[in-house]
């Protein structure tokens, strides 16, 4: 296999710097985003911007529709995305089973395309909790792949990358920074509107106010 890698791209500050990173390393990266039903559907737009900025060789959306299920403020509109709140529970914009989907989905495509590197820009450090964002999930996941697919049982072992999962978000931004990433094109806030303009209130616009803060970065976030 080449050096090619599939890298999940949202639109937000994390995938924009592992996509960067993907680049860096000599990767001739394949973008992909998730059209999932999420009411911050205005993050694809970013993601289009993204992919062409950091010379992604494809960039492909794929349309899910986990909205139908609900359980998430992300993809539930009778369920408001609350503000954040420094907890040890779980937060209702968990969305059950996404990354286990979103990975599955880049496992075929990069299985397809004869591709063993899979980048994701999950973190555990400032982060909001949730299961799927732990190494021990990645670490079974990567197992799962190279048991599940042809190309595993043939010895071609699947890599799941995940450059930032040890970073807080002020090293990722300073690492993106030194990449080149414009993070003005991102968009992170969990109920950005259809200009892209971010609540400044919700876990995700939190943790990205403190990495620009803690980066000692000028925020280029547009707030309502």
């Not at 890298?7 to 937000?12: E, K, M, T």
């Amino acid at each position: 296999m080449s050096k090619k890698a599939v890298v999940l791209v949202s639109g937000g500050l994390d995938s924009a710097t592992c996509l960067a990173i993907a680049r860096d390393m000599g990767f001739e990266t394949y973008a992909l985003s998730f059209d999932y039903g999420q009411r911050h559907r205005i993050e694809l737009e970013a993601a289009k911007k993204l992919a062409k900025s950091l010379g992604a060789k494809e960039h492909k959306i794929v349309k899910l529709s986990i909205e139908e299920l609900g359980g998430s403020a992300l993809t539930d509109k009778n369920i408001a995305v609350p503000d954040y709140k420094d907890s040890d529970q779980i937060p209702i914009t968990y969305v059950p089973a996404r990354n286990t989907v979103f990975l599955s989905i880049a496992l075929g495509w990069a299985e397809i395309l004869g591709v063993n590197n899979i980048f994701i820009g999950i973190s555990a450090v400032d982060y909001s909790g949730y299961p799927d964002c732990r190494p021990e999930f990645i670490t079974a996941f990567e197992k799962l792949a190279n048991l599940a697919t042809k190309a595993g049982v043939e010895g071609n072992k699947f890599k799941i990358n995940t450059p930032l999962l040890e970073l807080s978000k002020a090293e990722t931004i300073l690492t993106g920074i030194k990449l080149g990433v414009d993070y003005a094109l991102t968009i992170s806030c969990y109920q950005a509107d259809r200009e892209g303009r971010a609540c400044g209130k919700c876990d995700s616009c939190y943790f990205r106010k403190i990495g620009f803060q803690g980066a000692n970065i000028e925020d280029p976030t547009i707030y309502k």
